[in-house]
T-cell receptor, first 114, second 107 residues
Framework: DGGITQSPKYLFRKEGQNVTLSCEQNLNHDAMYWYRQDPGQGLRLIYYSQIVNDFQKGDIAEGYSVSREKKESFPLTVTSAQKNPTAFYLC?????????????FGEGSRLTVL | AQRVTQPEKLLSVFKGAPVELKCNYSYSGSPELFWYVQYSRQRLQLLLRHISRESIKGFTADLNKGETSFHLKKPFAQEEDSAMYYCALKRPNKLIFGTGTLLAVQP
């Protein structure tokens, strides 16, 4: 089954703990993205990566970190520095032809901080 | 600042009624705009892009540079159109999304 796989779907974390969300794609896409989805605020870009071993901060990168060691993988770590980490996180990918504007999204991961 | 505004959080219509989901953008250059849709329990997916001037599932969207708008329209709503709709503006290497409008089509 081709596409983007995010795991876990649901995650609970205690305050002060870091947590890593997984995102894997088998679409052979160069670009990958992490968005945060909150009610009433839409999708906000956290980090993105256009190529392996390179990534850029999005609009709300504080308290998050990423890595891009493989083309297929773009994990997101929510650190204890993130003040409001409870949210729905979406991973996406796209071809290197950014003119298409088409992102392919995963099913999302819902993080709840207790 | 580059921004996408969707003024309505919720739009409720009856089946068969016309639908217009509003989207306004703030961008000084030549915009490239898209509509994405998220049906219940499904992934967010591209619905249409303005550059293609296409009609998908009966929906169309026209770019109006004078009004800086890209409203999504459908003449006759169907119950299966109920979903969350996001307008998006393409910028270098990323998309900027609006806050979304939940469309509820009542039987």
């Amino acid at each position: 089954d081709g596409g983007i796989t995010q795991s876990p779907k649901y995650l609970f974390r205690k305050e002060g703990q870091n947590v890593t969300l997984s995102c894997e794609q088998n679409l052979n896409h160069d670009a990958m993205y992490w968005y945060r989805q909150d009610p009433g605020q839409g999708l906000r870009l956290i980090y993105y990566s256009q190529i392996v071993n390179d990534f850029q901060k999005g609009d709300i990168a504080e308290g998050y970190s990423v890595s891009r060691e493989k083309k297929e993988s773009f994990p997101l770590t929510v650190t204890s520095a993130q003040k409001n980490p409870t949210a729905f996180y979406l991973c996406a990918s796209s071809t290197d032809r950014v003119d298409t504007g088409e992102l392919f999204f995963g099913e999302g991961s819902r993080l709840t901080v207790l | 600042a580059q921004r996408v505004t969707q003024p309505e959080k919720l739009l409720s219509v009856f089946k068969g009624a016309p639908v217009e989901l509003k989207c306004n953008y703030s961008y000084s250059g030549s915009p490239e705009l898209f509509w994405y849709v998220q049906y219940s329990r499904q992934r967010l997916q591209l619905l249409l892009r303005h550059i293609s001037r296409e009609s998908i599932k009966g929906f169309t969207a026209d770019l109006n540079k004078g009004e800086t708008s890209f409203h999504l329209k459908k003449p006759f709503a169907q119950e299966e159109d109920s979903a969350m709709y996001y307008c998006a503006l393409k910028r270098p290497n990323k998309l900027i999304f609006g806050t979304g409008t939940l469309l509820a089509v009542q039987p």
